[in-house]
Each structure stands twice: as structure tokens, then as C-alpha cells.
């Protein structure tokens, strides 16, 4: 006879939870935290409240859960599932939630043997750096320097690490001088469940800033193109009127008749 094998009440009271955040939330965001230390972890969290309830469950918990789950579509979100992840519960738009988590990223120092997410470049300038054994350490890395005022200054730019390689140990010690920081910390977005269209959203990485500078610069060409085409609306009318003075200004000197003077012979 085989023996049944006991599950825990932690694990079957973790499960029924989760199981009833999947039913009840309309948003599930799925979000990586590899990397992310303990204390950043907690402030992040703390930050959350109110917004998300933030559970790091073990996979075969959460594929539990998913499977206990009323919503079948659900189930998608196992392939997300990484090695390091947490699963947000919220009720905030999929999107929203997901920049509030950007938001609260913050720049890291690099460690050796880490693959670089993008070029890591040296800019040329001062630095506050004195003459001495950073001389050998940035030259060894091919960075060209001289002394201005006592203080080494970069005489050109130059890529350490080129975006997908490894970071060499040297490489860590210069970024650390001068305190360069090419990593971002933070919960990382990697795909969310919405309940109301049960569809599941993967491109959650947005930087409104440059969203938000994209949106103003269409703006201003279409609407430079509507005012060129005569489409009047609330936005295109006040420029339309200006440039109608403008030209009826301009044909004014091919249009006027100059008067004749009092006495003068025709």
C-alpha cells in the first residue's frame, strides 16, 4: 500500500489564499526580483500597500493555485514563472500598476561576471580622481587620461563592456571610482493578467517619460500637417486664423491702388 504523502496546513492554507487572490483580483502581475536585496525588497513593498498584495510563493504553490483557479485562462501564466518572481494581486489597471513598479527602481552598482544590459561608456571629463593608482587602473581598461588642476580628467569617451558581454573585474573597480551605476534594482514587470478582458499583457516595460516626449512631438506634427491642409478644429483654428492674416497681409501690396493726389493731371 502506498502511503499518502501529508501536506502541510501552511501549504494548503498558502494555496486556498492565493487561489482566492487569482479569483477575486483584476489585475495579476507577474514580476521578477532577481537580484534584488532584502532591505529594497521590504521598502518596495512597503510602498505597495494599499495598491498590491505582494506574495513570493514557491512555483509548485503557485501552479496550484493557478490550477484551483476559476479563471482557466489563467493557466498562461505558468510559462511567465521564473526562477525569482512575485505575484502581485491588485485592482489597479495592469499598466498603472506596472509603472508604479518602474517608478521605484533605483540604480545599482555593477559586480563582476554580470552581463552588461547595455554599452557601458566612459564619458570624457573631469573626474574627481587623483593622480595615483587609477592612472594604471584606467589606462589597463584603455581610457585615456590627463591632469588638469591636479585631478585626472578623461580626454575621450570609450566603451569598457560592450552590451551582452561579461564585466570584468577591472572594469567593476573603474565604474566604482567613478561612481558609475549601469544597473537598475527594482521589481521588474514581466507580464500581467487582466480580469475584465482575460487577456494577458507582456510589453509593460514603458518609459512614460519618453512615451509622454513621443506623444507631444506627433502632436506637433500633426498638427502642423492639419493647419497646412485647412482642417479646422478647436486646436488647428487659432493657427489657421493667424496664418490667413498673415497671407492676406502679404497680397495687401499687389492688391492696393495708390490714391491720387489733390491737383494732379492725369
Given at each position: 500500500m502506498v502511503a499518502k504523502k501529508h501536506v502541510s496546513e501552511v501549504k494548503v492554507k498558502a494555496v486556498k489564499e492565493m487561489t482566492n487572490l487569482f479569483d477575486t483580483s483584476k489585475t495579476i502581475l507577474v514580476a521578477s526580483i532577481k537580484n534584488i536585496p532584502s532591505s529594497q525588497y521590504q521598502e518596495i513593498g512597503k510602498k505597495l500597500r494599499g495598491k498590491a498584495v505582494v506574495k513570493v510563493p514557491k512555483k509548485k504553490l503557485a501552479y496550484l493555485a493557478i490550477d484551483s483557479s476559476k479563471k482557466t485562462e489563467l493557466k498562461a501564466l505558468k510559462d511567465k514563472l521564473g526562477d525569482s518572481f512575485a505575484l502581485l494581486f491588485s485592482n489597479l489597471d495592469a499598466y498603472d500598476l506596472a509603472a508604479d513598479l518602474l517608478k521605484n527602481r533605483s540604480p545599482a552598482k555593477a559586480k563582476a561576471g554580470q552581463i552588461a544590459p547595455e554599452d557601458?561608456?566612459?564619458?570624457?571629463?573631469p573626474t574627481d580622481l587623483v593622480p595615483g593608482p587609477a592612472i594604471s587602473e584606467l589606462g589597463a581598461l584603455g581610457i585615456q587620461?590627463?591632469?588638469?588642476?591636479?585631478?585626472i580628467e578623461i580626454k575621450a569617451n570609450k566603451i569598457i563592456t560592450k552590451k551582452g558581454d561579461?564585466?570584468?573585474?577591472?572594469?567593476?573597480?573603474?565604474?566604482?571610482?567613478?561612481?558609475?551605476?549601469?544597473?537598475?534594482i527594482g521589481f521588474n514587470p514581466v507580464c500581467a493578467f487582466d480580469a475584465t478582458s482575460n487577456t494577458i499583457y507582456t510589453e509593460l516595460n514603458i518609459d512614460s517619460d519618453a512615451t509622454v516626449a513621443e506623444m507631444k512631438n506627433l502632436y506637433g506634427k500633426a498638427l502642423a500637417f492639419a493647419v497646412a491642409i485647412g482642417y479646422s478644429s478647436k486646436d488647428t483654428i487659432k493657427f489657421?486664423?493667424?496664418?490667413?492674416?498673415?497671407?492676406?497681409?502679404?497680397?495687401?501690396?499687389?492688391?492696393?491702388?495708390?490714391?491720387?493726389?489733390?491737383?494732379?493731371?492725369?
Open positions: 557601458i561608456e566612459i564619458q570624457a571629463g587620461i590627463m591632469i588638469q588642476g591636479g585631478k561579461k564585466i570584468s573585474e577591472k572594469a567593476c573597480d573603474v565604474m566604482s571610482k567613478l561612481g558609475i551605476k549601469p544597473f537598475t489657421m486664423l493667424s496664418k490667413a492674416y498673415m497671407q492676406g497681409k502679404a497680397l495687401e501690396k499687389f492688391t492696393h491702388t495708390p490714391e491720387t493726389k489733390t491737383g494732379e493731371e492725369n
